[in-house]
Structure formats: structure tokens, C-alpha cells
């Protein structure tokens, strides 16, 4: 979705506005925001700018506060302005996913219609989010040249493990780029990533479905933009729906997967990878945390690889498959998912997904019994690490999907050559 | 008397000859017909096979989901088993085209017939093809859902899926053939009905408690596995 189905006395508003420097998204997934208190705290963090700073606040608040758009919202300083839009209601259909993205999409178009200097998108729910916040993700692009802010989180050991095991690792093995939080789900663009995103999603609309979260760094890093990454502390995330795990990794690899086949001329040329700038300082993390009953997860891995064997083999190459029964007959105490094992099995999945081997929604919700496996893995082996380990863990976890870009080349170059 | 005789072996000779003679265009007209129909189906047979052969279809044919039929194929290649087929078909319409060329009324009869019998065995065909595709799918689906909920029977419930649409597909391929008439839809229902029976019967009756078991056991591993542990996936 972009602007084109924002109703017309809407789309009349935000043309209406003339222009902004700054537009910033507010997008809670449970739209329980409140308008005032969102145009204050944009209003705190612009207000710590060095430069007056017009700024429109974007918000899915849809039950929120329609009436005061395009009027002064907050604060009354001379130099810097907060005007609140509040998004229409979002459409019934598709998942919960589906109508995070269109509200990304539409922060966008906002920001393209009204020549934003700088966008700044926040998903993460309102409790934890401070001016501060705000700040971090703005001061880099309006105030350093920086084209992508991407989030820094303090987390648990056992929290972000999609974005651990699969979205970060990958992002940098194809990329070149060292970003924790490729998918985000807070960042901070420069007008110039802006128009790029609109300009791409624009071309890509016939062919590939608009994800613009899930191409977020390939945009970037396609370009020839700055990305640096800030600290903006803890995330506070709803808890975890087991029984939906397969949705879960359908709905978010997907994107992802489909961003890997429409950006490969582009990663192939890649070779290695290099920190990005960061700012803030991030506080520790707790060392608790630890303690989580696998038996499950073992449970679910052991039964996929004694029923899933036909469809993964129409992935997975058959010495991949034969550590997999191997890795299934282990005690939970020697349950080790090896590093180049899990990367291969990620590439064998982005292979898969790009030659369609079997329907794309069977082959990532078939993914889900190994990504348990890992899951089981990682906590094993990392249950009495403390935060320092963690990270020299999942630094040995990313260098290991660098280690294994090549076989990737070799496979998407040459997939017959390789077929299972 | 043996003029006569002779007269008559005469009169019989002339009328099986002429009835021979009239016969000839006819035979010409068949063996024309066949060798007609032999150079195209051998045509297009080169020209499918090559084709086939360019896409690697007996690679592709068991991620398809017809990973038996290189078994029942010549060679072990559906290409040659399609190609063959496909040649096999031009070659009987040809000699059906050559038959009705004989202008008897019981041989135009029969090709009048047999091409009228060929959309209901086309069609046959492809039900039983959107058959195998569907059932291969949805015990896919099955397969993959009831594993993600960790149930322990997901072979079983993906297998019981891919009968059930199998021999819907087939009743429904034997009706269009008009094989069996009555019989097939008799059997049909109730076999359809007898497994619906007997699965409610399972459910409800005797694995009752085993199930309500299961499924609190379920209900309760992944309620209490989401609130104790601090695991998150973004």
C-alpha cells in the first residue's frame, strides 16, 4: 500500500502540509498510541538537534486523534514544529505482517510526498520507546550524512533468535555490511534512502512483492549509501507464540529470501564484511535469562527428521540430511547444531525458495523443526554463558556464514550441479 | 450342368473380386492413413522428446509429484514413456481414420464411437492428474502443520489426507469413463462414508480420552512454554 489508497481528503491533508524535514512513523502493532504524548516526545528529540527541524508524525493510531492533523500538535517552540497525520484504518485483510509493511510503505510515501529530509520509523511498542529513542535514530542522518540508522538492542541471550541465527548473519555474510538488526524493526532514513525505496518499489511493483523492511540494507548497501547503527537499549517484545512459530518464519523469511533473489547480481560481487559506525553507548545485558526447557524443541526436530525427510530432500543435499538423522539420534546433553552446518541448511532454503523446488509456504514452514533444532542447540551449549560469550558465540555463528558464501555462489550459479 | 456350375463359380469369382476391388481404395486408403500417421507421430515424438529432454522432465517429474512413474517407464524415463505414448495415440488415430475410410457402416460406427468416447477419457486423464497434484499437496500441508504441532501421528493424518482425495479423484475418473456406473459411486460412498465413520467413531468414542489428553497436554506444554521462558524470535 502506498499513497494512492490513502482516501482523497487524507492524501488532501499531507499535500496540504506543504513540506517537512523530518517524518516520523509510529507504528505499534496493537494502535493503542496516544497523540499527544507521540508529538511531545518528537518534539523533545528535535528539540536536541542543532538545526530547526519541521517534523509531521505519522502514526497507525487510526482511533487516535483525527482531528488535529496538520495543525500544531505539541510544544511551542519558535524554531522547531510537530504536525500529527494519523494513517486510515488499516485493511481487514492479510496477516499482521502484511499490514505492518503496507504502514511502512505508506510512512514512506508520506516522507517522498512531503520531501523529508530524514524518516524515522518506530515498530516497537510505546513503553519502551523515550525521546531519546527518537533522537538516536534522527541525529545521524540530519546531522552526519548517514543514509540508514539501524537499531542496537540490549538483549537476553536467548532473545531476537530469528535475527541471530538467520536475518543478521545473513545480511552480512551477502551484504558486507556488520548490522545487528537488519530488519530493524526501529530505523532512522535519509531522504536520499527515501526516494531509493520509492523509486525501487515503484519498478519491483510489477514483479516482486514490496518489502521494504526485508530490503532495507540490500537498498542501502546497493546504493552506495552510509549505514551506521545506535544503541537504543532494551526491547521490550510481546511473548513467544509457540504454536505459530512455522507463521512466523514463513511470513518474515520469505521477504527476506525473495530480497536475496532480486539483489544477487548485486551480493555476489561481495567478498567479506566490515563493522559499521555505531553511536550510544548500549547498556549490558542481564546475565539471566538461561534456563529454558529444550525438551520440546528436540521433541519437534527429532519428529521432523523422522517425517520430513522427503520434502527436505528436495532442499537439502543428501550429506546434509544424513547430519540431520545423525544430530536427531544424539542425547540432548550432545545435541550440537555445528555453525557450518546451520549456514549451509539457511543457504540450501535460499536456494530452494528461489528455484521453487516445492511451494515457498511448505518450504519455510519446513524449515521450522531445524530452526527449533538450533534453538535447542544454541541453549544448550549457551546456558551458563554470560553476555560476553553470546556475542564471541554468534561473532563465530556470522563468520561461519562468510566461511560458507562460497558454496552459496557455487549453488546459485550452478544449481544442478549441486542438486540433491 | 457343368456350364452352369462353371457360370456360376464365374458369377461368384467376379462378385468376390469386384467386392476385393471395391475394397482396395479402402486398404490403400488405411495403409496411407498409417503411414501418414507414422511420420507425424514420429515427428512429433522426436520434436517432444528433444523438448522434454531441454527442460530435464525426468528430473523434475518426482518434485512434481509423480516420483513412481519413472518406475513404470521404458528405461526408467518418462520422456520415452510420454513420447511413446504420445506416438502411440497418433498411430490409433490414424488407423481409426483409415478404418472409416472402408465405409462400412459398422466400422464408422465403431471410430464414430470411439472418438466420441475420447473427451470422457481425456478428461479422465486430467481429473486423475489434478487428483495426484492436489493430494500431494494437501498431505504436504498436513505433513508439514501436524509436525510444527508436534504431533506424533502426522505421518499417518498426511497419508489418511492423500487416500482420502485419491479415491475421490478416481470415482470421479471412473465416472467420467462410465465404467462401473452405480457401483463405482455406490462403493464410493461408502467407503467415503465408512472412513469419515470410522474416524469420527476413533475420535469420539474410542480414542476420546487419548486425545483430549494429547491435545491438554499440547495446550498446556506450549501456554506454559510461552509464559516461563524468556525466548523471543525479532
Known amino acids: ?420 | 450342368m457343368w456350364e452352369q456350375i462353371g457360370q456360376a463359380l464365374n458369377q461368384s469369382m467376379v462378385r468376390v473380386l469386384s467386392q476385393l476391388a471395391s475394397l482396395l481404395p479402402g486398404i490403400l486408403a488405411l495403409i496411407l492413413a498409417l503411414l501418414v500417421s507414422a511420420v507425424v507421430a514420429g515427428v512429433l515424438a522426436a520434436v517432444l522428446r528433444r523438448s522434454l529432454m531441454s527442460v530435464e522432465f525426468d528430473r523434475r517429474l518426482p518434485r512434481w509429484g509423480f516420483p513412481t512413474l519413472a518406475e513404470w517407464s521404458p528405461s526408467k524415463s518418462p520422456t520415452l514413456l510420454v513420447t511413446r505414448a504420445i506416438a502411440l495415440i497418433i498411430m490409433l488415430i490414424g488407423f481409426l481414420v483409415g478404418v472409416s475410410a472402408f465405409d462400412v457402416a459398422l466400422t464408422s460406427q465403431l471410430v464414430m464411437r470411439l472418438f466420441e468416447y475420447l473427451p470422457n477419457v481425456l478428461a479422465a486423464v486430467v481429473v486423475l492428474v489434478a487428483g495426484t497434484i492436489i493430494a500431494r499437496f494437501l498431505a504436504r500441508s498436513v505433513l508439514i502443520g501436524a509436525v510444527n504441532m508436534n504431533l506424533q501421528y502426522a505421518p499417518l493424518l498426511s497419508a489418511g489426507v492423500k487416500w482420502l482425495v485419491m479415491v475421490l479423484a478416481v470415482a470421479m475418473a471412473l465416472e467420467h469413463l462410465a465404467i462401473g456406473g452405480g457401483i463405482i459411486r455406490m462403493a464410493f460412498a461408502i467407503l467415503f462414508g465408512g472412513i469419515v465413520l470410522a474416524l469420527a467413531l476413533a475420535v469420539g468414542l474410542g480414542s476420546k480420552e487419548l486425545v483430549s489428553r494429547s491435545l491438554e497436554r499440547e495446550a498446556s506444554r506450549t501456554a506454559a512454554q510461552g509464559s516461563r521462558e524468556p525466548v523471543s524470535h525479532l
Open chain 1, 1 to 420: 500500500m502506498a499513497l494512492d489508497t490513502v482516501p482523497q481528503p487524507e492524501l488532501g491533508q499531507i499535500e496540504g502540509m506543504g513540506g517537512a524535514d523530518l517524518v516520523v512513523g509510529l507504528l505499534d502493532a496493537e494502535h493503542k498510541g496516544d497523540a499527544g504524548a507521540a508529538c511531545g516526545m518528537v518534539h523533545e528529540a528535535i528539540g536536541r538537534l542543532s538545526t530547526a527541524v519541521r517534523a509531521v508524525v505519522v502514526s497507525n493510531n487510526s482511533t487516535g486523534n483525527p482531528a488535529p492533523t496538520g495543525q500544531p500538535a505539541a510544544g511551542d517552540s519558535q524554531s522547531s514544529s510537530v504536525l500529527y497525520y494519523s494513517l486510515p484504518e488499516p485493511k481487514a485483510a492479510g496477516t499482521p505482517f502484511e499490514r505492518l509493511m503496507d504502514a511502512y510503505q505508506v510512512v514512506f510515501a508520506v516522507g517522498g510526498r512531503l520531501g523529508a529530509r530524514a524518516c524515522c520509523v518506530i515498530r516497537s511498542e510505546p513503553r519502551t520507546l523515550t525521546p531519546q529513542w527518537i533522537w538516536r535514530l534522527v541525529q545521524p542522518v540530519l546531522e552526519m550524512g548517514f543514509d540508514l540508522v539501524a537499531p542496537r538492542y540490549t538483549r537476553l541471550k536467548m532473545e531476537g533468535l530469528l535475527n541471530r541465527s538467520i536475518l543478521s548473519p545473513l545480511s552480512r555474510a551477502l551484504y558486507g555490511e556488520r548490522v545487528q538488526n537488519p530488519m530493524g524493526p526501529d530505523f532512522g532514513l535519509s531522504g536520499k534512502l527515501l526516494d531509493r525505496i520509492l523509486g525501487e518499489n515503484a519498478l519491483k511493483r510489477q514483479g516482486f512483492p514490496i518489502h521494504p523492511v526485508a530490503s532495507m540494507v540490500s537498498t542501502t548497501v546497493g546504493g552506495g549509501l552510509q549505514i551506521c547503527e545506535s544503541s537504543l537499549g532494551t526491547r521490550v517484545q510481546p511473548p513467544t507464540n509457540w504454536a505459530d512459530v512455522s507463521s512466523l518464519l514463513a511470513q518474515v523469511l520469505g521477504p527476506v529470501f525473495l530480497d536475496v533473489e532480486s539483489n544477487a547480481p548485486s551480493w555476489q560481487r561481495i567478498r567479506g564484511s566490515r563493522p559499521v559506525p555505531g553511536f550510544g553507548a548500549l547498556e549490558p545485558a542481564s546475565a539471566e535469562g538461561g534456563g529454558v526447557d529444550v525438551s520440546r524443541m528436540l521433541e519437534s526436530f527429532q519428529l521432523g527428521t523422522q517425517t520430513l525427510q522427503d520434502v527436505w530432500g528436495l532442499v537439502l543435499p543428501p550429506g546434509t540430511i544424513i547430519e540431520l538423522r545423525k544430530l536427531s539420534r544424539l542425547p540432548a546433553e550432545q545435541f550440537r547444531m555445528t555453525d557450518d552446518l546451520w549456514a549451509s541448511i539457511v543457504y540450501d532454503f535460499v536456494l530452494g525458495h528461489r528455484l521453487r523446488t516445492i511451494s515457498r509456504d511448505h518450504l519455510l514452514r519446513s524449515m521450522t523443526p531445524i530452526y527449533l533444532g538450533w534453538i535447542a542447540s544454541y541453549a544448550i551449549e549457551l546456558e551458563t554463558a554470560g553476555p560476553q560469550d553470546v556475542e564471541i558465540r554468534l561473532e563465530q555463528l556470522s563468520a561461519a556464514y562468510e566461511d560458507r558464501k562460497p558454496y552459496l555462489l557455487s549453488r546459485w550459479r550452478w544449481p544442478d550441479r549441486f542438486n540433491p
